[in-house]
């Protein structure tokens, strides 16, 4: 059974900075494509950032560009979020995502989500 587990989430003031990682486990589970998604309160989830198996394929929303960098470290099926000059408004839940086919496909329905963690960010 493939499991998402979302680490790294909490508070901080605007302008600093947190680290979110996502490890996938399950038997031989090798995702082509693993990325990050948010929702914040009364919101619809929103696509973040992806990124594939080979080095350097790497997508953002236009939101957060410039800010947010993703990474992944394939020997341990783990992506990473390094999110820098947060603004109160990427207050949200993230959720990691995981998906066997693309990074299109993942942006548009994922096959695999974690719990999500909490990101609040304070003005």
Excluded: H
């Amino acid at each position: 059974q493939v499991q998402l587990v979302e680490s790294g989430g909490g508070l901080v003031q605007a302008g600093g900075s947190l680290r979110l990682s996502c490890a996938a486990s399950g038997r031989t589970f090798s995702p082509y494509a693993m990325g990050w998604f948010r929702q914040a309160p009364g919101k619809e989830r929103e696509f973040v950032a992806a990124i594939g198996r080979r080095a350097g394929a790497a997508y953002y929303a236009d939101s957060v560009k410039g800010r947010f960098t993703i990474s992944r470290d394939n020997a341990k099926n783990t992506v990473y979020l390094q999110m820098s000059s947060l603004k109160p408004e990427d207050t949200a839940v993230y959720y990691c995502a995981a998906d066997l086919t693309s990074i299109t496909k993942l942006a548009n329905g994922p096959d695999y989500w974690g719990q999500g963690t909490q990101v609040t960010v304070s003005s």
